[in-house]
């Protein structure tokens, strides 16, 4: 089918003049306006703001999960529509969100059960994903025997199932602790690369923002803007010898001015 | 794992825990008992009250008869011709029979009730329209409802079977069971939250797809309660139906010929009553043990399997 065959050459999410409106109770609340943002396959970028600056709904946006108001979003060259119906993209919450009545083996395998995939054959997947996330020996455990930390290393497992081009992140790194945080991220980044997989993530952590991203978006609230792009240039996933050099510090104080409004002088670094 | 360490531990807490219920209904079930005797024995024969109204019950033989006479009452031939069946064996067969019916009622009101559920998780416009009528048909009197039922028989048939004065008592029943599980599956059915919903939206899974991995798995702890209150719901509506339409057979009706013998024997009231107690105990039981053996088929109470 042409209309499932994603074009090679176009880039894996191409966001154009997107407006986003919600009628509340206290009338029409602009949550996205006039939004550009374009993201090269292979390319990880962080969507960071204030509380209501829209970022969360922009990734929505993108997994079609919310209907846009106006404007154009295309994932890998088809609508955004399209691509959730052919599952191009993996997507985790800030919650696990894990059935609780499945095993850890069985929530990994749950959007390929969906999709009629062969039980043997889906089995076999989780067990690889598990052991990518380093959970390969408590596959047959329910969810509520592991920690938080875990949890969300089974829920990023899950949106890797299908082995999706795209993976939307809505701070899924949010509820964990410091440590936590920083172990599952270089993890992340390893899982990520060795699959080439594009990643939107959405986060409130300038660190977290600038030790992943080639790119982060900086946005303003009220309406929902972008307002800055810094374009980040660190070894990816050096762990402590990145968070520790000028370079990394640098950057998270250009984000923090973008955050703050101050001009930005980079943007051009890259 | 540290569940797998944990799981003995825990199944030892919870039988333990079961032992200890079970000693606290027998306690409650003895004190119940011997307050009966006590007042029976120490309480006014005619009663006590204060200007003609009764406060005190009658603590005579005929109202108040001490359990030993009823349990003798149960192996007393029923009428005096010789190879009668005895009253607890009559008892026995009216429960039996009652039994069957609430089961069919309680099957048939449990499927409406869960047909109607589906529907009003599906269409709001449904859960705003129905579900107040599905709460009000429950303050409909039984008494009132019996006879429009039972004037189906002769006018309605369903297929080739003709309604019946059992068709009667096991609609009533339904009647009374549909109502909790048509308002607690709903809940159940609403319980998972936005972001699982979302999550299977992002997997473009159909709404029957939600439905069977999603809300129904998730709607188990809603629906569990609501079935044992149906159950007790349609043993209660059986034989109420029973009594208010006549229908014989069952232990409503026994209840009803009993007390027109309490002259002569006021016993057997009393035992036909414990019939209909131990009949709707039964049947929680059945709901509760069909409760463990799900969850431990899910696993949710153990540790990994």
């Given at each position: 089918m042409s209309s499932s065959t994603a074009v090679p050459a176009a880039?894996?999410?191409?966001?154009?003049?997107?407006?986003?409106?919600?009628?509340?109770?206290?009338?029409?609340?602009?949550?996205?306006?006039?939004?550009?943002?374009?993201?090269?396959r292979g390319r990880f970028v962080s969507l960071i703001g204030p509380s209501g600056c829209g970022k969360s709904t922009l990734l929505r946006v993108v997994g079609d999960l919310v209907t846009p108001t106006s404007g154009e979003v295309l994932v890998g060259g088809k609508t955004a529509a399209q691509a959730r119906r052919d599952q191009d993209y993996g997507i985790a919450f800030q919650s696990a969100g894990l059935l609780e009545w499945r095993t850890v083996a069985r929530n990994v395998e749950l959007p390929l059960e969906l999709h009629g995939v062969g039980r043997r054959e889906r089995r076999a997947r989780a067990l690889d994903l598990l052991e990518l996330v380093g959970l390969g020996d408590v596959a047959g455990a329910r969810p509520s025997q592991l920690s938080g930390g875990m949890q969300q290393r089974v829920a990023i497992a899950r949106a890797l199932a299908e082995s999706p081009s795209l993976l939307l992140m809505d701070e899924p790194f949010g509820a964990l602790d410091e440590m936590t945080r920083e172990r599952l991220q270089d993890e992340l980044l390893r899982v990520a690369a060795a699959a080439g997989t594009t990643v939107l993530f959405v986060t409130h952590s300038i660190p977290e923002a600038v030790y992943l991203s080639d790119r982060v978006v900086v946005m303003s609230a009220r309406p929902g803007r972008v307002a800055a792009v810094v374009d980040v240039d660190l070894p990816r996933g050096a762990g402590t010898d990145v968070r520790e050099a000028p370079e990394f510090f640098a950057r998270v104080t250009d984000v923090r001015e973008a955050l703050r409004g101050a001009p930005v002088r980079t943007g051009a670094s890259a | 794992m540290s569940g797998s360490a944990v799981a003995p531990a825990r199944g030892r807490e919870a039988a333990a825990g079961a032992l200890r219920r079970v000693a606290v209904v027998v306690a409650a079930v003895a004190v119940l008992a011997a307050a009966w005797e006590l007042y029976a024995a120490l309480g006014p024969v005619d009663g006590a009250g204060v200007g003609g109204v009764r406060l005190l019950p009658r603590a005579d033989e005929r109202s108040m008869p001490h359990l030993g006479t009823v349990l003798a009452t149960l192996g007393e031939p029923e009428v005096a011709v010789p190879g009668a069946r005895t009253v607890g064996q009559a008892v026995l067969a009216g429960a039996w029979t009652t039994l069957r019916l609430a089961l069919a009622g309680w099957a048939l009101g449990a499927l409406v009730g869960a047909?109607?559920?589906?529907?009003?998780?599906?269409?709001?416009?449904?859960?705003?329209?129905?579900?107040?009528?599905?709460?009000?048909?429950?303050?409909?009197?039984?008494?009132?409802?019996?006879?429009?039922?039972?004037?189906w028989g002769g006018v309605l048939s369903v297929g080739p079977i003709a309604w019946t004065p059992a068709?009667?008592?096991?609609?009533?029943?339904?009647?009374?069971?549909?109502?909790?599980?048509?308002?607690?599956?709903?809940?159940?059915l609403q319980a998972p939250s936005a972001l699982t919903e979302e999550l299977f939206t992002s997997y473009a899974a159909s709404w029957r797809q939600q439905l069977l991995r999603l809300r129904l798995p998730a709607s188990l702890p809603f629906v569990v309660p609501a079935l044992r209150l149906a159950a007790a719901q349609a043993v209660v509506g059986a034989i109420v139906a029973e009594i208010s339409t006549g229908t014989r057979g069952g232990i409503g009706r026994l209840i009803i010929e009993y007390s027109q013998q309490a002259t002569s024997s006021p016993a057997r009231v009393h035992a036909a009553v414990w019939g209909a107690a131990a009949l709707g105990l039964l049947v929680a039981g059945l709901i509760t043990l069909a409760d463990v053996a799900l969850r431990r088929s899910r696993g949710t109470s153990g540790g990994p399997a």
């Open positions: 880039p894996m999410v191409a966001v154009r003049a997107l407006t986003q409106r919600f009628a509340t109770a206290a009338g029409p609340v602009t949550a996205l306006d006039g939004v550009d943002l374009t993201i090269e | 047909a109607l559920a589906v529907a009003m998780q599906r269409l709001r416009l449904l859960e705003d329209g129905l579900l107040p009528w599905v709460v009000l048909s429950q303050t409909v009197p039984i008494i009132a409802l019996a006879p429009v039922v039972a004037g068709s009667s008592v096991v609609v009533i029943s339904a009647f009374l069971a549909f109502c909790p599980v048509a308002v607690g599956l709903l809940r159940g």
